[in-house]
T-cell receptor
């Protein structure tokens, strides 16, 4: 079974631009979560989607948004990019969340100049 | 609120020696506990989890972890370390009923040949 895939793997943007990252979960998984990883803050939860609905949201500004499609694929969008948004963005999928294991993709490394 | 602590930023161990990576947690109810490993420029790989039952959990690549409720700990162990085990290790907790997985700050394990 194919794992979680994320595109693109690397991205360079400038301040003020916006960016869209994509995540395809493992086949059959309906829960998709997004995390931001930085050296200073570690792994921080952004949001979780299940059956096209946002179920939970972390403490990030409204510039960070996401959505999930009917095939469970998910996108996250960051508008008005700031230098501090430079990070590795990780997507994880599970069948339904809860006690189930989340399986992570390789991540998208975003550099904001 | 759920939280997890990894008290050691760095652990060094000689190849062939046993290794331990420490993790303590704090939750209000029953915890679901996970260990993940991250290699450079990669996403997180699942190693093992504790949901309920036997306190000793065996996982991938010869790793195991012991759930200790009285000490609120979930230390990761391996009887004989390999150089290839060198990586960043994350402990994570999810309280029963919570939607969000909370990660520790990570422990960099270096196995010296």
């Amino acid at each position: 079974k194919a794992g979680v895939t994320q595109t693109p793997r690397y991205l360079i943007k400038t301040r003020g631009q916006q960016v869209t990252l994509s995540c395809s979960p493992i086949s059959g998984h309906r829960s998709v979560s997004w995390y931001q990883q930085t050296p200073g803050q570690g792994l921080q939860f952004l949001f979780e989607y299940f059956s096209e609905t946002q179920r939970n949201k972390g403490n990030f500004p409204g510039r960070f948004s996401g959505r999930q499609f009917s095939n469970s694929r998910s996108e996250m969008n960051v508008s008005t990019l700031e230098l501090g948004d430079s990070a590795l963005y990780l997507c994880a999928s599970s069948f339904a969340g809860g006690s189930e294991t989340q399986y992570f993709g390789p991540g998208t490394r975003l550099l904001v100049l | 609120a759920q939280s997890v602590a990894q008290p050691e930023d760095q652990v060094n161990v000689a190849e062939g020696n046993p290794l331990t990576v420490k993790c303590t947690y704090s939750v209000s109810g029953n915890p679901y506990l996970f260990w993940y490993v991250q290699y450079p420029n990669r996403g997180l790989q699942f190693l093992l989890k504790y949901i309920t039952g036997d306190n000793l959990v065996k996982g991938s690549y010869g790793f195991e972890a012991e759930f200790n409720k009285s000490q609120t700990s979930f230390h990761l162990k391996k009887p004989s370390a390999l150089v290839s085990d060198s990586a960043l290790y994350f402990c994570a907790v999810r309280e029963a009923g919570a939607r969000q997985l909370t990660f520790g700050s990570g422990t960099q394990l270096t196995v010296l040949p």
